[in-house]
């Protein structure tokens, strides 16, 4: 039994293992994503719906990695896939929707997944130079703890955006408002 469940995850209904959180390795060197493993080559899912921006064998250290951008600007790379991604630079990603499998290629000392998360907005270049500890924390997207040694499981349905709610204010606008505009006349 997991540790935690999961708001979302690029693994679905197996428990994953967080092998080093963000933005430190256990040994205190600077990581600069977040590595989660099932250990076992198990299929990763997009944690987004997008549009595939990078796809190919990265020679930086990430192996075979894809970059997916959000339709609401929420990006990640995953990195170290045991083969080319299965999306191509272009192609449409749906949440939850397949794009490769947890592998150990580039500079990886086992099966596991990295994974970055970079808010895009506009723009459709990922930024390779983020220093370490300004990257944002994939856990808080996933809803886990950035927490070396957890385990956590996601069972593959989508969280739903939270609807927003609007408050009546209390303050008497309308007769605030009054007040100004007669102080306003009376200086006049």
């Known amino acids: 039994m997991a540790d935690y469940t999961a708001r979302i995850a690029p693994f679905i ?18 990581h600069g994503g977040f590595d989660i493993s099932t250990g076992s080559n198990s299929p990763v899912y997009s944690m987004v719906a997008g549009t595939v921006l990078y796809s190919q064998y990265n020679t930086g250290g990430y192996g075979n990695c894809i970059v997916i951008k959000g339709d609401d600007g929420n990006s990640f790379l995953y990195a170290h896939l045991r083969d080319l991604p299965l999306k191509n630079v272009g192609d449409t990603v749906a949440i939850n929707e397949q794009v490769g499998v947890e592998g150990t290629t580039g500079t990886s000392t086992g099966i596991h997944l990295h994974v970055e998360w970079q808010v895009l907005g506009s723009s459709e270049t990922w930024n390779w130079s983020i220093p370490y500890v300004d990257r944002l924390h994939v856990a808080d997207f996933m809803g886990i703890p950035n927490t ?34 007669n102080r306003n006349v009376n200086i006049m």
């Open 148 to 181: 070396y040694g957890i385990s956590a499981i996601y069972n593959g349905v989508p969280p739903t955006p939270p609807t927003p709610t609007f408050r009546k204010s209390k303050f008497p606008w309308v007769l605030y408002s009054r007040r100004i505009r």
């Open 13 to 30: 209904n197996e428990t994953f293992y967080v092998t080093s959180s963000q933005p430190y390795y256990p040994d205190g060197t600077p």
